[in-house]
């Protein structure tokens, strides 16, 4: 397909984008940043972790956008005593057959918010791991495909809060995108306040099925990537990896302990894709990796002790990456 042709096709399609974010914004005030993130995790087929202090809308806002798709959605509140049981399903015995009926968990649904991801031991962060990266579940010796589209949204409290389990390496990587979520600003707490006072119920419509988020998926794909731009994508992953290799950052290499993984390089174009289909264009700019490029990498990088004795975070480093690396 000729771009021209591409670009025509996705200035079409792309208009229903701009309903969903109508109907969302009926009942979110502001946080424009996550709900276009979940948006591009929607359609770049890539799960999201949040990270934000309690009462920023997460919750409502993920509801919201599945209520505009028509889809399914569940929510699981992650504690310390929750089991992987809990999350997949399990199989109980019915007496009448005398045979084990597999019962399947809140995971089935279009839309999982697992909510406060951290506050659960690792055997039930990794149970998560196969239906994120698979589609699928095992339960018992049968394997159960998951509804499609699936998403997962992850919200994790800061680190430094008591009773919190730090999500292992394997599982932070399965997320396409990691966001830093934060309080609305003073005029938009305002019109939260008006709003919630009224107490008025806020009716939204189904503007798309979960069928037609398949399709405009095949769309996002074929979405023009000039080489340019994909040299561009792997300077700034090498860059994590091998920071000794480019001027300007080559003290970084005393900083960063591992860099991010082939999954980064995959995740950053299928993101910049759905991201230029978001700005209606049929085509990626080095805008849109800029864009959505510090939301892929900073939970990429692991650091090392002197980084954390010298208090340099994951985002310091990704800001100088896009800061010093020579845009196409």
């Known amino acids: 397909m000729k771009i021209e042709e591409i670009n025509k096709k996705v200035m079409e399609k792309s208009e229903i984008i701009d309903k969903i974010t109508k109907e969302v914004e009926k009942v979110i005030v502001g946080q424009n940043y996550m709900i276009r993130r979940i ?7 890539g799960h999201i972790l949040l990270e934000g202090v309690p009462g ?3 919750t409502l806002a993920v509801h919201t956008v599945a209520n505009t798709i028509a889809a399914s959605f569940n929510r699981i509140q992650f504690t310390p005593d929750l089991l992987p049981a809990d999350l997949m399903g399990t199989l109980i015995y019915n007496q009448k057959t005398a045979e ?13 918010l697992a909510d406060e991801i951290n506050r659960a031991p690792a055997k039930v962060q990794s149970a998560l791991l196969e239906s994120m990266q698979e589609r699928q579940v095992t339960i018992g010796d049968k394997t159960y495909k998951l509804p499609k589209p699936f998403l997962v949204m992850a919200t994790q409290n800061p680190l430094e809060q008591e009773g919190t389990y730090p999500l292992p390496e394997a599982q932070v990587d399965r997320f396409m995108l990691k966001l830093i979520v934060n309080y609305p600003n003073r005029q938009e707490e305002k019109e939260i306040l008006e709003r919630m006072v009224r107490k008025d119920e806020i009716l939204i419509s189904s503007v798309i099925q979960p069928q037609d988020i398949l399709e405009l998926r095949e769309l996002v794909k074929d979405i023009y990537m000039e080489e340019k731009i994909k040299e561009y994508i792997l300077d700034l992953v090498f860059a994590t990896r091998q920071p000794q290799d480019f001027k300007n950052i080559s003290e970084l290499s005393n900083l960063i302990d ?3 993984s082939p999954r980064a390089t ?4 299928q993101a910049a894709k759905a991201h230029a289909f978001l700005e209606h264009r049929g085509y990626v700019t080095p805008d849109d990796i800029k864009a959505i490029g510090k939301d892929i990498l900073r939970h990429r990088i692991i650091l090392t002790y002197e980084a954390e004795a010298e208090q340099i975070s994951q985002e310091d480093l990704v800001n100088r990456l896009f800061d010093e690396i020579e845009v196409p």
């Open 266 to 269: 995959i995740y950053l174009a």
């Open 56 to 58: 920023l809308a997460k």
């Open 100 to 112: 084990f009926v597999p019962k399947k968990g809140p995971v089935f649904a279009n839309f999982i």
């Open 258 to 260: 591992c860099g991010a």
């Open 39 to 45: 948006l591009v995790g929607l359609l770049a087929d």
